[in-house]
């Protein structure tokens, strides 16, 4: 009987979902935080492995599982598996794209409209408790009329696609801009596409990330990239933290020229507590006060995406091992 493993589960149930959807493969559930947590005899039984990011997946675990054809991770990013050693040694790598892509995008406009609409600011101001605040004078500078707005997608994924509409749907003018976006898919959607990036950060009132993590992608809001960005401008990320420098936009915070942002990512999680821009959201500094959203790496979050996340991992090793299917591979030996 084919043998699948989580080794560093992380949810406090029985993983009855994942049970059944496994069957009738033999599925064992651990509770790992390094690998040598688990027996020897464990690893080499597998054929298969699903997991979190506990742990780091790297040539010396692979080099454990003899058997394991296949190793999925519960999520999209694969930042904590060596995708080399693991298709080295011959197993493919695979992910669960396509669980939470409404939430994130209902999550990225949620952000991008409490911006916009200052509803943090309006906020602040009644909890003061004072009647001369019930007011709606003077205006945040940075709130704004969202009809005519310009939206700029870093990206064109499901995700972006799914925020593009939703932003649509507001009147909301979207263009998007990806290092290798394939053409076409963005007349069907409304979309302009635009490939200078410098210029398009310029002309963009808003700007909403959704893109993977690589060399090439890391960092890549930063210092530059803010100096040409509108001033004024909104930017929203529900990507991956590391896209953004978080020194150089909590600097142009501080110095007024970006209006706002909306973090759910970052570039390490959690984030340091005594970082000055989780410290100014803390303690209502003023230039964070209205201007600044964070949330704890939730916009994927539901019962309903947690429950498709969990199975597809599962369904994904299934497949591979009874049928020979191989789905939402990132690498293959």
Known sequence: MSRILIPDAQFPDDYALERE?????????????????LPPADWAAAD?????????????????????????????GVDNVDV????????????????????VADHAVAMLLALARGLFAFQGRLAGGRRSDFVPLPVPDH?????????????????????????QAFGIDVAAWAPRMKGGMEKALGIRRVHDLASALGEADM???????????????DAGAIAAMRPGALLVNTARGGLVDLDALTAALQEG?????????????PPDPAHPLIAAVRDG???ARGRVVLSPHAA?????????????????????LLDGVLGNAVATP
């Open 21 to 37: 959807a496994a069957a009738p493969c033999e599925l064992q559930v651990a509770r790992a935080k390094g690998p040598d947590d």
């Open 48 to 76: 298969a492995l699903v997991v979190y990011h506990r742990m780091t997946y790297g040539a010396d675990i692979a080099a454990r599982c003899p058997n394991v054809r296949l190793l999925c991770r519960v999520g999209v």
């Open 84 to 103: 080399a050693a693991w298709t080295a040694r011959g197993a493919a790598v695979c992910n669960v794209p396509d669980y939470g892509t409404d939430e």
């Open 143 to 167: 709130v704004r009329r969202l009809s005519g707005a310009r939206l700029l997608l870093l990206g064109l994924g499901p995700i972006a696609v799914a925020t593009a509409r939703r932003a």
């Open 207 to 221: 700007v909403s990330l959704h893109l993977a993590l690589t060399d090439e992608t890391r960092n890549l809001i």
């Open 257 to 269: 020229r970006l209006g706002g942002a909306a973090l759910d990512v970052f570039p390490v999680e």
């Open 285 to 287: 500094a003023d230039w």
């Open 300 to 320: 994927w979050a539901s019962p309903e995406a947690m429950a498709d996340m969990r199975r597809g991992a599962i369904l994904t090793a299934r497949r591979f």
